[in-house]
């Protein structure tokens, strides 16, 4: 079965870096668009950013543009975000999802990895 395990997370000082990974098995990695979603206490799930299956393309929230990076590693099957400059806002669990699509809507990805915690302390 399709598994997309996150590692990466934890806690950071505000105005620190964290690099996020995902691992995906059980699909073909390079067919599929690759994002990231997170969801923060209290508050609904949301777009963070997503690529491409071959990663030309990538989409950003407007709250991250800048800030974070999106990339993916095809040989790897395991795309990355690195998330630099981080803020007491950015504190929230980051889930890693597959689809068909890179775009911001998360009904259009069909697997979710079960997300690791990022706390940002100020």
């Known amino acids: 079965q399709v598994q997309l395990a996150e590692s990466g997370g934890g806690l950071v000082q505000a105005g620190g870096s964290l690099r996020l990974s995902c691992a995906a098995s059980?699909?073909?990695?390079?067919?599929?668009?690759m994002g990231w979603f997170r969801q923060a206490p209290g508050k609904e799930r949301e777009f963070v950013a997503t690529c491409s299956y071959s990663g030309s393309s990538k989409l950003y929230a407007d709250s991250v543009k800048g800030q974070f990076t999106i990339s993916r590693d095809n040989a790897k099957n395991t795309v990355y975000l690195q998330m630099n400059s981080l803020r007491p806002e950015d504190t929230a669990v980051y889930f890693c999802v597959a689809g068909r699509l890179a775009v911001r809507t998360q009904s259009s990805y069909d697997y979710w990895g079960q997300g690791t915690q990022v706390t940002v302390s100020s």
């Open positions: 059980g699909l073909t990695f390079s067919s599929y668009a």
